[in-house]
């Protein structure tokens, strides 16, 4: 969702932190490549709700390729996009990438909307994080309400730029044999929806449902993506190793000569 005054006033309601979780997340001087094209863009509606609204419609799907510059695409309630990462991931020490939204910080708390995160080596076969929402779902959090990070774990937009939410490939360890976590090369974001109505409810991985600001029924309605950067790139194909090696090889060979 797009930044509005109306966020001034919600300002006021913010708190000090609760949860278990980190309050800070990543910058982007850590990041060696970014993503490089998008594979699909599903919109979600504006308001899941009223689907006589329509789509989310702002932002250009390349909005979110390259380096954060605060450009971004909105995918509306439940919308997906699947970027391409031409030099991949590798599972190494730490958080291997992280994903930036617009939301920004007010009192300690953010502004943002919500996404899940899955990833694929193979372009067809997804695996998703394991998630955890710690916040109270008594109430639905406002269009402009504010989130507490330190509840929230392993969704995209728990922090707020200029920092990234981090994800560590050793979360999917052992998840299924189709998925290298020496070469991920896909990078796929799905919008939480955010509302507590079980009749349109997401929850995390202990069936919690995701309370996020909800509804918001704009054009920019949703996750809004702006980058996904990755700190390792891909383990080479063992065919190109072979082939490096071979290259290295003949080289050996030729200064003997």
């Known amino acids: 969702m797009r930044r509005s005054a109306a966020i001034a006033v919600a300002a006021a309601c913010a708190s000090a932190h609760a949860g278990p979780y980190a309050a800070h997340g990543v910058l982007d001087t850590e990041v060696a490549h970014w993503a490089a094209s998008v594979v699909s863009l599903e919109r979600g509606y504006q308001n899941i709700a009223n689907p006589s609204l329509g789509l989310a419609t702002f932002g250009a799907a390349g909005n979110s390729l390259g380096a954060r510059d605060g450009s971004f695409v909105s995918l509306g309630d439940g919308g997906s996009i699947t970027l391409f990462l031409e030099k991949g991931v590798s599972n190494g020490p730490g958080w291997d990438f992280a994903v930036w939204e617009n939301g920004f910080l007010s009192g300690g708390l953010v502004f943002a909307e919500l996404a899940f995160v899955e990833v694929s080596s193979n372009g067809t076969d ?25 509840n929230i774990h392993n969704l995209a937009g728990q922090f707020a ?20 976590l020496g070469r991920v090369h896909y990078v796929r974001l799905v919008d939480v929806v955010g509302s507590i109505d079980p009749a349109y409810a997401r929850y995390d991985s202990f069936g919690n449902a995701i309370n996020d600001p909800w509804p918001t029924p704009f054009g920019s309605s949703g996750f809004d993506l702006d980058a996904v950067g990755a700190r390792y790139q891909a383990v080479p194909e063992p065919a190109s190793a072979t082939v490096l090696l071979m290259g290295l090889g003949a080289a050996l060979r030729r200064r003997r000569r």
Do not use: C, H, K
């Not at 955890?132 to 504010?146: D, K, P």
């Open 161 to 180: 730029a200029p920092e990234g939410t981090p994800f560590d490939l050793e979360d999917l360890v052992g998840v299924s044999p189709l998925l290298d």
């Open 126 to 150: 997804f695996f998703r994080f394991p998630s955890v929402s710690l916040t109270q779902t008594a109430t639905q959090v406002a269009s402009f309400g504010l989130l507490d990070p330190t």
